[in-house]
């Protein structure tokens, strides 16, 4: 079964305001990573958080960790229409060498 | 320093053939990796590779579908005799081998398959 779920599975907001998705997963991680993918395109890579950090920023984006909860979220601050894309949690847990991803969040950022 | 390549961007078959996708890692890089994605749907792992080696097949269908990374030249993923199941798009990424593999991966822009 997937490792990560993330909720909601769709989010329409208006530019300006702050979007937040979250992700559960079931098993023991090494790392969790986000990644964006626009309409018809390929992956890219957002942030990467490891099992032993609790929060990291970059630019506009936060994530939090709560290994005790099996759970992350992505915070988008002050979103653009440019944020509008699929948004995707990816776990890589710590015996194996593949990266399980969820379903993803399909954020919509309206002008 | 140019980021993972696939070829073909895009490719239709007909139900019987055979696709064989592409998948050029980054500079440097030697660990392949393919996912499969259905429409709506997150990646699904395939198969983890490094050069000449298959280390993790754990996410291949058993038929119809194999993967190989030689020595010299690109990753390829062959899927036999495709069926109407097989459109998807098909995603490689790299990792650089200095890092432990299940760090941050690049992503090729994919191959999208149309089984006609």
């Known amino acids: 079964s997937q490792q990560g779920e993330e909720d909601p599975q769709a989010l329409s907001i208006q530019e300006g305001e702050n979007a937040t998705m979250n992700c559960s997963y079931k098993?023991?991680?090494?790392?969790l990573q986000w990644y964006r993918q626009n309409s018809g395109r390929g992956l890219v890579h957002l942030i990467l958080?490891?099992?032993?950090?609790r929060e990291k920023h970059s630019g506009r984006l936060r994530v939090t960790l709560d290994t005790s909860k099996k759970s992350s979220s992505l915070l988008i601050t002050a979103s653009r229409a440019a944020d509008t894309a699929s948004y995707f949690c990816?776990?890589?847990?710590?015996?194996?060498?593949?990266?399980?991803f969820g379903a993803g969040t399909r954020l919509f950022v309206k002008a | 320093n140019a980021g993972v390549m696939q070829n073909p961007r895009h490719l239709v078959r007909r139900r019987g053939q055979e696709a064989r996708l592409r998948c050029s890692p980054m500079?440097?890089?030697?660990?392949v990796y393919w996912y499969r994605q259905l429409p709506e749907e997150g990646l699904k792992f395939m198969v983890y590779?490094?050069?000449?080696?298959?280390?993790?097949e754990s996410g291949m269908p058993k038929e119809r579908f194999s993967a190989e990374f030689p020595k010299e030249g690109p990753s390829i993923l062959r899927i036999q005799q495709v069926v109407r199941g097989d459109s998807a798009a098909y995603f490689c990424?790299?990792?650089?081998?200095?890092?432990?593999?299940?760090?941050?991966?690049?992503f090729g822009p994919g191959t999208r398959l149309t089984v006609l």
């Open positions: 990424a790299s990792s650089p081998e200095t890092r432990r593999p299940t760090d941050t991966q690049y």
């Open positions: 098993t023991s991680i090494n790392n």
């Open positions: 958080i490891r099992s032993n950090e």
């Open positions: 990816a776990t890589a847990d710590t015996g194996g060498f593949k990266t399980i």
């Open positions: 500079k440097g890089h030697s660990h």
């Open positions: 590779l490094q050069k000449e080696n298959i280390i993790d």
